[in-house]
């Protein structure tokens, strides 16, 4: 059994940024692949980044154009979603996710998920 929290959510201006920190626990950290997804009102939730179980490989979906990146701390079993250049569209909850089975990163496809943290980006 995997726990995941997020933090790290708030309110920012358009075209600031924000770091979302998820910390994991109950699984040795490198055992498992970590993502990142939101879901925005009225919509599904989407893939934003992913990363590999020892922290080898990056994966990022192509409408974030290299605004997001993810990082992995085996010693703080924390995975990290910097995110830069925010827009209005960003708005969003954030869920962090863990163990995901597959290499497609879909959501029926994630074994644990966070809470989520709220990210609002004002005009």
């Known amino acids: 059994q995997v726990q995941l929290v997020e933090s790290g959510g708030g309110l920012v201006q358009a075209g600031g940024s924000l770091r979302l920190s998820c910390a994991t626990s109950g699984r040795t950290f490198s055992t498992f692949n970590k993502a990142w997804f939101r879901q925005a009102p009225g919509k599904e939730r989407e893939f934003l980044a992913g990363?590999?179980?020892?922290?080898?490989?990056?994966y990022y979906a192509d409408s974030l154009k290299g605004r997001f990146t993810i990082s992995g701390d085996n010693a703080k079993n924390t995975v990290y979603l910097q995110m830069n250049k925010l827009k209005p569209e960003d708005t969003a909850i954030y869920y962090c996710?863990?163990?995901?089975?597959?290499?497609?990163?879909?959501?029926?496809?994630?074994?644990?998920w966070g809470k989520g943290t709220l990210v609002t980006v004002s005009s």
């Open positions: 990363i590999g179980s020892s922290g080898v490989g990056t």
């Open positions: 996710a863990g163990d995901i089975r597959g290499s497609d990163w879909l959501t029926r496809h994630v074994n644990y």
